[in-house]
């Protein structure tokens, strides 16, 4: 399917650019805050590195949201707390291959979310994030204001587009069939 491979080749021009762009401030200390979320949601070109990553088969770590427009990571309860199942004692098992939700954070690559959660400070033309977790010493990455919008609008666009393809997918159920194929 030509729509599904244009997907996968921008979401590998956008992960790149994002790559490139994010400069480490302070590292992550892996608490496991920002797994502990009920909804990862994934793409089509993440879902399938995901599943070539693990093995799995979809319906292992999927699941269509009631929305039936998105997808998210199942999750898994620890200590009475929902985490994405991929998380496993304060490491991402699939930390190779994880979603750009995951792999940009705490940089917001959404305009409605930057307004919620705004940089913890803007030095010249650089933004600077800080992570949400409620431990003192905090994951902080700055970029460039410039390739932040940059690469939002190139973020959004690819979104418009893999969720009409997804949906479509989904309604017609072939979604987990048109993925296993790129596996």
């Not at 070539?52 to 699941?63: A, I, L, P, Q, R």
């Not at 490491?91 to 409605?112: E, G, R």
Request: with cysteine; charged share 30%.
């Amino acid at each position: 399917m030509k729509t599904i491979e244009e997907l996968i080749k921008m979401d590998k021009e956008i992960y790149d650019r994002a790559k490139k762009s994010i400069a480490e401030v302070k590292p992550c200390q892996q608490c496991g805050w920002c797994c502990n979320n009920k909804r990862i949601l994934v793409t089509i070109p993440e879902m399938v590195r995901i599943l070539k990553h693990t093995g799995k088969d979809f319906s292992e770590v999927f699941v269509i949201e009631k929305n039936k427009l998105s997808v998210s990571i199942k999750t898994k309860k620890i200590n009475g707390e929902y985490y994405c199942i991929f998380y496993d004692n304060g490491k991402c098992s699939i930390h190779k291959v994880k979603p750009f939700q995951c792999f940009t954070y705490p940089v917001i690559f959404n305009p409605l979310i930057f307004r919620i959660y705004p940089p913890l400070r803007k030095d010249d033309d650089v933004y600077v994030f800080e992570c949400q977790s409620p431990n003192d010493d905090k994951a902080t990455y700055s970029i460039n204001e410039k390739d932040f919008r940059e690469i939002t609008s190139m973020r959004l666009d690819f979104l418009n587009k893999n969720y009409k393809v997804q949906k479509k997918l989904i309604a017609q159920r072939k979604l987990r069939m048109v993925v296993r194929e790129f596996v």
